[in-house]
């Protein structure tokens, strides 16, 4: 069980982070997290401890919350923890707004892979293996996705 506990410590905040992203809603993220570890414990108990498989489970999660709800999940900004200089909360949140918006405007297969790689601190590889797309067309996705986002976000400057 130390094992675990050191897997869980190890993952849990790039799951979270990975999941924030893809939702935008900080609840959901949260439920999903704890939602894919009690999984992973319960199936994949014996198994070689795999972050990779984590985040299998928690986008198969996420996918099938999706289809049962049918929502476009935003930032929830009244959902988040408080910020200790205000000023500087105000202006973290505003951004990390701008951005979580930003990336409702890409494709979901765009939103998934830029957070995979932002969050999950996996390789292209196994990116690749967790979206079915090879090593050198996950890069190309991502180098495409980032230039869509950078967009996005010069266009809402203006």
Known sequence: MNTFQK????????????????????NLAADITQ????????????RKQSSALLFTISRHLLYDHTRKNRLNTLYDEERHGPGIDLENAYTVKEAYKRVLNAMQQLSEEARDILALIVSSGLSYREIGDITGNSEANIKVKIHRSRVKLKKILQQDRL
């Open 7 to 26: 897997f869980y410590t190890d993952n849990r905040e790039r799951l979270f982070g990975y999941l924030l992203r893809k939702t935008g809603n900080y």
């Open 35 to 46: 939602e894919s570890f009690t999984r992973y414990l319960e199936r994949y108990r014996d």
